[in-house]
């Protein structure tokens, strides 16, 4: 089990992102996701309120957690259950563990009583699949695994046309069809991915956990990935930065987070090519790596809608991905276009540290 767990951390590694950077202002409540050390650690404020932290290695990046409460041992119990969650949705979302349900589903083209988390992850996504017109798609798998497979045998170029075009004949989660529990592909030869929804799925899972063992004050922060809650130790809302796509330590922006979520993506951490012109953000319609953006931020009432949304922001047009936000409620964005310019939706807040 080790060792398949491995193979799906590696794969998320080079599949998702972590784009906010840790600051290391945990008590004044400022997040990110950067490289952290493995640690946990308990502060007493008063003798009403700890603060109560603690991170680990999941889903191919760092997790951690932040909760705020008046008993050191329940909250300790509440995070344990919280990581529990967090490893038994990572293992049933693997698509590289052949035992696991996306696994088969891929192999076989067939799904039979889905686990309930699998199939309302994937028809959650053919739900942003409509909302976005087709920029988010969790069957881009045969697009990925051309370009992972040609420049893995050290091809300088980008797969042919004719390539290209028998894998994206592929795509298209249209393609996808959901009828009581079973998934059916169209086609043989299809594949998800779901790397571009699952961690906030996940992430939403840990927060619900939370919940119910009574914790209000918390932030969960998957490598980019964060839902916060409630508020930090001074009774104010949880401060996130956003990453420097140039990654001058600099912080483009901050914003005051509670009772919401943020994801980020961008194209500065895993190319294929040695160019870097092909990333793992791929614009289902035309096979490639959109060029227009550096990074995207969007915050929702969820960590999967944060998640979906701002993978499918990152392959619209900036003017675009403005427009299509601000028509959502309970939404905003921010997005840095490829030449340093930025873009924010109408309600995107900014606040000085």
């Known amino acids: 089990m080790k060792r398949k767990n491995a193979a799906f951390e590696k794969d998320l590694t080079l599949n998702r992102r972590s784009f906010l950077k840790m600051s290391g202002l945990l008590g004044l409540g400022l997040a990110s996701a950067g490289i952290l050390p493995a640690s946990a650690e308990a502060v007493k404020?008063?003798?009403?309120?700890?603060?109560?932290?603690?991170?680990?290695?999941?889903?191919?990046?760092?997790?951690?957690?932040?909760?705020?409460?008046?008993?050191?041992?329940?909250?300790?119990?509440?995070?344990?259950?919280?990581?529990?969650?967090?490893?038994?949705?990572?293992?049933?979302?693997?698509?590289?563990?052949?035992?696991?349900?996306?696994?088969?589903?891929?192999?076989?083209?067939?799904?039979?009583?889905?686990?309930?988390?699998?199939?309302?992850v994937i028809a959650g996504a053919m739900d942003y699949y409509r909302l976005t017109h087709q920029a988010f798609d969790i069957s881009v798998k045969p697009v990925v695994d051309l370009f992972k497979k040609n420049y893995?045998?050290?091809?300088?170029?980008?797969?042919?046309?004719?390539?290209?075009?028998?894998?994206?004949?592929?795509?298209?989660?249209?393609?996808?069809?959901?009828?009581?529990?079973?998934?059916?592909?169209?086609?043989?030869?299809?594949?998800i991915t779901l790397d571009g929804i699952a961690k906030g799925y996940i992430v939403d899972s840990a927060s619900k956990i939370l919940t119910r063992r009574q914790i209000k004050n918390y932030l969960i922060n998957a490598g980019g990935d964060i839902r916060a809650m409630g508020s930090r130790s001074d009774k104010k809302a949880w401060s996130v930065a956003i990453q420097d796509p140039k990654k001058e330590k600099q912080y483009p922006d901050v914003i005051r987070l509670t009772d919401a979520a943020i994801a980020t993506s961008g194209n500065y951490e895993v190319y294929f090519d040695r160019e870097k012109m092909f990333h793992h953000i791929v614009?289902?319609?035309?096979?490639?790596?959109?060029?227009?953006?550096?990074?995207?931020?969007?915050?929702?009432?969820?960590?999967?809608d944060a998640d979906a949304l701002s993978t499918s922001v990152f392959v619209m047009k900036p003017t675009n991905a403005n427009r299509f936000i601000n028509s959502l409620p309970g939404c905003e964005c921010l997005v840095i276009a490829r030449g340093g310019r930025t873009f924010k939706s109408s309600g995107w807040k900014s606040v000085a540290i």
């Open 283 to 304: 614009d289902p319609r035309t096979g490639l790596s959109p060029r227009l953006s550096s990074s995207v931020s969007v915050t929702a009432h969820t960590a999967m």
């Open 152 to 191: 893995a045998q050290g091809n300088s170029r980008p797969p042919g046309g004719v390539e290209l075009r028998q894998a994206l004949d592929l795509v298209g989660s249209d393609m996808i069809e959901l009828k009581g529990r079973s998934i059916r592909f169209k086609k043989p030869g299809m594949g």
């Open 45 to 120: 404020f008063n003798r009403k309120t700890y603060k109560v932290s603690k991170t680990r290695l999941a889903m191919g990046t760092f997790v951690s957690m932040t909760l705020i409460h008046s008993s050191r041992d329940k909250a300790e119990e509440a995070m344990g259950q919280a990581f529990q969650e967090i490893e038994r949705l990572m293992r049933s979302m693997s698509r590289f563990d052949e035992a696991t349900a996306v696994a088969r589903l891929n192999s076989d083209g067939f799904l039979k009583d889905a686990p309930p988390e699998v199939f309302e």
